[in-house]
């Protein structure tokens, strides 16, 4: 009987032993599951993380580039506008009546001309040289008047010493660069 014994007793040991390691194994297969779980749980939270970090920043940067276009467009309407007003002055100015017209001419003659200068009138003014020639300017400094080529309205002056464009292009062209800054403060607040 000691032999069966004997024999239960290792059946048993061996019965014991397996059920610990089964067990052991159970449990570690189970720790390495939370484990596997946590890990899951912390790489989900991280992707999502730096997916919502992702998406700020393309938003942000949709949002820039909206502000950028917005800012494009107003620079772009604010540029038209001042095309618009410089074409509207050039085309006032083409548009004086007659005696206006003169009064503009011998203002420009008074300031500008130089004696025995020769007065090209624009082919498109409402005036004649006969006109200009009985300004009492153009007596006094012996200017010679002739109508000449289309150069948008005004006068080009040609003397001795030097050729002057006030023709009405420069005119406004020369306003426009001599008062930049302050057209630019009020178009571009």
């Known amino acids: 009987m000691e032999n069966q014994t004997i024999s239960n007793k290792i059946i048993q040991d061996a019965q014991d032993s397996a059920k610990a390691i089964i067990e052991r194994a159970l449990n570690d297969a189970e720790n390495a599951r939370v484990e596997c779980a946590k890990n899951c749980e912390q790489t989900l939270n991280e992707t999502k993380l730096q997916a919502q970090e992702k998406g700020e920043k393309v938003i942000e940067r949709a949002q820039t580039l909206a502000r950028l276009d917005a ?10 506008l001042l095309l618009h007003a410089v074409q509207n002055a050039k085309d006032r100015l083409r548009a004086m009546a007659k005696s206006d017209y003169l009064a ?3 203002k420009q003659l008074k300031n500008h001309a130089d004696m025995s200068d020769r007065v090209s009138l624009c082919i498109s003014a409402p005036l004649n040289e006969e006109d200009l020639a009985n300004l009492a300017i ?9 109508k000449s080529e289309n150069f948008g309205g005004g006068i080009r002056l040609y003397g001795i010493k030097s050729d002057k464009d006030l023709s009405f292009n420069a005119v406004v062209d020369r306003y426009l660069s001599v008062n930049a800054q302050e057209i630019s403060a009020i178009i571009f607040k």
Do not use: I, R, Y
Not at 138 to 146: A, G, M, N
């Open 104 to 106: 503009f001419v011998e």
């Open 71 to 80: 800012k494009k467009l107003l620079l772009k309407a604010k540029q038209d």
């Open 138 to 146: 153009v007596k006094e400094l012996s200017l010679t008047v002739e």
